[in-house]
C-alpha cells in the first residue's frame, strides 16, 4: 500500500523559510511525478507544484513562483518543499500527492491517486 | 487559468438519496476531470478519474459524467458515511485547480 508521509511543518514568522518532506514508501518513488497541495484552514484545496519523475520537469502554480521549490531525492525516496519569504497566507495544510502515471519527463496534468496525510505550516509573529 | 465553480457549495440530504453535485469550468475542457472526497481532518481521496471511471474500492453509488463545461458527481443511495467535501479537479493544463468545494451534510 503506497505510504507518503509528510514532515517538516511548524511555526514559522514572516520572512522566514521551510523545507518540508515527503517520505515514500511501498512503491517505486523512482518512476512516478509527485505533486504538493496545501489547504489554507477552512477553505480548498491549492495545486502547489509538480516535479517529474527524474526531477528534470517542475511545475509551479503561478502565485508561488520564484519563493517555493519543489525537488526530489530519489536515492533516499524522498520529495520536498523549499519555502521563502513565507507571509501569512502561506499558513495551510501541506499534503504530498502522488500522480499514478509511470515515467513521463514531461507529464501533462493529472489526477492524484495517494495522498500523505499532511503537515501544518503556520505562518505568524 | 481555467475556473472550477461547483453547485451547490453545501447540501444536506438524508440517508438513502440521490445527490448531484455540479462542476462548471470557465473555459472547455478537453481532458477530463477528477472527483475528491475529503473527510474532517483527512487528505483527500480520489473517488473518479477521467471523468468517469471510479477509483478501485470506491463503492459503485458513486458515478461521474460530463464534458465540455459541465461536469458532475452523483451519489445514488446516500450513505451517513458520505458525509465530506467534495472537490472537482480539471486536468487541461497547469496550473491545475480545484473547485472550490461542496460540503455534504446528512439530515
Known amino acids: 500500500q503506497v505510504q507518503l508521509v509528510e514532515s517538516g511543518g511548524g511555526v514559522v514568522q514572516p520572512g522566514e523559510s521551510l523545507r518540508l518532506s515527503c517520505a515514500a514508501s511501498?512503491?517505486?518513488?523512482?518512476?512516478?511525478?509527485m505533486h504538493w497541495v496545501r489547504q489554507a484552514p477552512g477553505e480548498g484545496l491549492e495545486w502547489v507544484a509538480l516535479?517529474?519523475?527524474?526531477?528534470?520537469?517542475?511545475y509551479y502554480a503561478d502565485s508561488l513562483k520564484g519563493r517555493f521549490t519543489i525537488s526530489r531525492d530519489n536515492s533516499k525516496h524522498t520529495l520536498y518543499l523549499h519555502m521563502n519569504s513565507l507571509r501569512a497566507d502561506d499558513t495551510a495544510v501541506y499534503f504530498c500527492?502522488?500522480?499514478?502515471?509511470?515515467?513521463?519527463?514531461?507529464?501533462?496534468?493529472?489526477?492524484?491517486?495517494?495522498w500523505g496525510q499532511g503537515t501544518l505550516v503556520t505562518v505568524s509573529s | 487559468d481555467i475556473q472550477l465553480t461547483q453547485s451547490p457549495s453545501f447540501l444536506s440530504a438524508s440517508v438513502g438519496d440521490r445527490v448531484t453535485i455540479t462542476c462548471r469550468a470557465s473555459?472547455?475542457?478537453?481532458?477530463?476531470v477528477a472527483w475528491y472526497q475529503q473527510k474532517p481532518g483527512k487528505a483527500p481521496k480520489l473517488l473518479i478519474y477521467?471523468?468517469?471511471t471510479l477509483q478501485s474500492g470506491v463503492p459503485s453509488r458513486f458515478s461521474g459524467r460530463g464534458s465540455g463545461t459541465e461536469f458532475t458527481l452523483t451519489i445514488t443511495s446516500l450513505q451517513s458515511e458520505d458525509l465530506a467535501t467534495y472537490y472537482c479537479?480539471?486536468?487541461?493544463?497547469?496550473?491545475?485547480?480545484f473547485g472550490q468545494g461542496t460540503r455534504l451534510e446528512i439530515k
Open positions: 511501498s512503491f517505486t518513488f523512482s518512476s512516478h511525478a
Open positions: 477521467a471523468t468517469s
Open positions: 473555459q472547455g475542457i478537453v481532458s477530463y
Open positions: 479537479q480539471h486536468l487541461d493544463s497547469y496550473p491545475i485547480t
Open positions: 500527492a502522488r500522480d499514478p502515471r509511470g515515467p513521463t519527463t514531461t507529464p501533462p496534468p493529472n489526477w492524484f491517486d495517494s
Open positions: 516535479i517529474s519523475f527524474d526531477g528534470s520537469n517542475k
